[in-house]
């Protein structure tokens, strides 16, 4: 019984590059959530999925920044055109349905731009 | 604008004595208050929850503390051990809404053998 998973776990870019970070959620579970980390601060929500749709997009910085969770496969984070300040860890957790409250974490991405 | 507040951002305690770890919070539409304990390099791992119809719940050596009129909520660990040492994230959510956990900073906790 697999949880969270995420890929990859440690992601170096160059400012300018894009980025990607996969979340695969817990079998059953169809609710999708990213969180940022950034140092010595707590988790920060930035969107909530659910298959083909995004339910809220209200933590995302609205340039650069974009989630998707399609039908098929893993739910993606891109960030495109990378800054300094992307750099962050980034943890995705999944719920069941109508239990959005029992959130479960993955081990994160740790996201650096040089 | 933080809505949820941990303000001591470490404690040091003794092996076999008790932890406390506390938590504020200012949005009294929050019903569901959570804790999660995090490793360096981890993602945060559940450990215990408390609705808001109640006041305490206990888990083992775990045990969340609520108080609604204080906005205030505490987790006690007792006895303390060496193991326990991490990171403590109190979260807070109002369910039916956007499902979304806030977090405070975190508490890093040290267990000293």
């Known amino acids: 019984n697999a949880g969270v998973m995420q890929n990859p776990r440690h992601l170096v870019r160059r400012r300018g590059q894009e980025a990607r970070l996969r979340c695969s959620p817990m079998?059953?579970?169809?609710?999708v959530y990213w969180y940022r980390q950034l140092p010595e601060e707590g988790l920060k929500f930035m969107v909530y999925?659910?298959?083909?749709?995004?339910?809220?997009e209200s933590g995302m910085p609205k340039e650069r920044f974009s989630a998707e969770f399609p039908k098929e496969g893993p739910s993606i984070l891109r960030i495109q055109q990378v800054v300094r300040g992307d750099s962050a860890a980034y943890f995705c957790?999944?719920?069941?349905?109508?239990?959005?409250?029992?959130?479960?974490f993955g081990p994160g991405t740790r996201l650096t731009v040089t | 604008d933080q809505q949820v507040k941990q303000n001591s951002p470490s404690l040091s305690v003794q092996e076999g004595r008790i932890s406390i770890l506390n938590c504020d919070y200012t949005?009294?539409?929050?019903?569901?208050f959570l804790w999660y304990k995090k490793y360096p390099a981890e993602g945060p791992t559940f450990l215990i929850s408390?609705?808001?119809?109640?006041d305490k719940n206990e888990d083992g050596r775990f045990t969340v503390f609520l108080n609604k009129s204080a906005k205030h909520l505490s987790l006690h660990i007792v006895p303390s051990q060496p193991g326990d040492s991490a990171v403590y994230f109190c979260?807070?959510?109002?369910?039916?809404?956007?499902?979304?956990?806030?977090f405070g900073k975190g508490t890093k906790l040290t267990v000293n053998p």
């Open positions: 957790a999944s719920s069941p349905p109508w239990q959005g409250y029992e959130q479960y």
């Open positions: 408390i609705s808001s119809i109640k």
């Open positions: 079998k059953g579970h169809s609710h």
């Open positions: 949005n009294s539409m929050f019903d569901y």
């Open positions: 999925l659910q298959k083909e749709n995004i339910i809220d």
């Open positions: 979260a807070a959510i109002r369910q039916g809404g956007s499902e979304k956990l806030v």
